[in-house]
């Protein structure tokens, strides 16, 4: 069923409503979300916190705007932009779920055979000393990736400074790989991000650089030991489904992960049939999500997929028996 379904219009208008009997007068947002239905969901979403354009509660205010009730802050590999988003969300009454954006690993450490994985920890204690201590070592091998990056691409015949990049970066806590690729942009060196990976910063490309990250399981201990439940990001995006096999995510399950990203714009149909099969064998939450970063990424607008409100109540009760709140 959709959410959205139209009621039929009745072919006679009803009758006036007596004044004292009319429901207190709302507004504009207010109406809309009452005859949407079911909740509006986003739980993958980042800000400048991290690769996004929207400043963390600029981003609170769109999704508001829009209409959604819920959306889950997942910068990677920081918690930087939780107040700010906190605060306006607090403020437009809106829930905000928070969340991160673990960089890990599959396969080995490092080298060609070295592949990506990203673990969404919700609720996790910002404050952890284990987690927060892997977050500084991640974000550190983050900032001494760039300037290898610049040496590989000077070595294509493309200039660029360092600073370049910072000022790409701003604020962010986490520097990347899309703020080298907005950098190259402002240079007129590529027309925009996409074409950056496609051409020279993609896991297969030209320009690469070893940087650290946990395994997997450990990062799914670590949003544990941190009282979070940990979700797999997009497990079937861009190829992965050649090294995400059924056992290892059995494996993971065991380790404790909570759920797997099902619903992402780079799934195909046939990817979510499966995957959704998948975590129905292995007792695992299935989650739907955007991946929104503003203009930083085409083809996944804001709340574009929808947890289902049953996921998230799971969710949500869990956290809440683990730490005793959200
Ligand atoms: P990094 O975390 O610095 O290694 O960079 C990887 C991040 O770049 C991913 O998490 C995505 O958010 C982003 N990314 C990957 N591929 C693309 C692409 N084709 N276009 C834009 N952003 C991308
Ligand atoms: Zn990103
Ligand atoms: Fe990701
Ligand atoms: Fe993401």
Known sequence: MSPMSIQPAPSVPPPPVPSAARPPRRRPSQLLRAAKGPLWIDLHVHSTASDGTDPPDQLVRRAHALGLDVIALTDHDSFAGLAAAGAAAEAVGLELMPGLELSAHHGPAHGPDSRPVHLLGYGCRPDHPELTAELKLIRRSRRERTPKLLEQLAGLGFELD??????????????????????MVARGQVVDR?????????????????????TAARAVDLIRAAGGCAVLAHPWARGAEAWIS??????????????????????????????????????????????????GRKGHPLGAERTDPAVYAVLRQRLVDQKGRL
């Not at 360092?162 to 950098?183: I, Y």
């Not at 074409?195 to 020279?200: N, R, V």
């Not at 099902?262 to 007792?283: C, E, F, I, N, T």
């Open 246 to 295: 059924p056992a290892w995510l059995a494996q993971l399950t065991q380790h404790g992960l909570f759920g797997l990203e099902v619903d992402h714009v780079d799934h195909s149909a046939d990817q979510r049939r499966r995957l959704r099969q998948l975590a129905d064998r292995l007792g695992l939450a299935v989650t739907s999500s955007s991946d929104y970063h503003g203009r």
């Open 162 to 183: 360092l600073a370049e990049v910072e000022a790409q970066a701003g604020s962010a806590a986490a520097v990347g790989r899309p703020h080298l690729a907005d950098a």
């Open 194 to 214: 996409d074409q950056a990976f496609a051409l020279y910063l993609g896991d297969d490309g030209p320009v690469r650089a070893d940087r650290h990250t946990p």
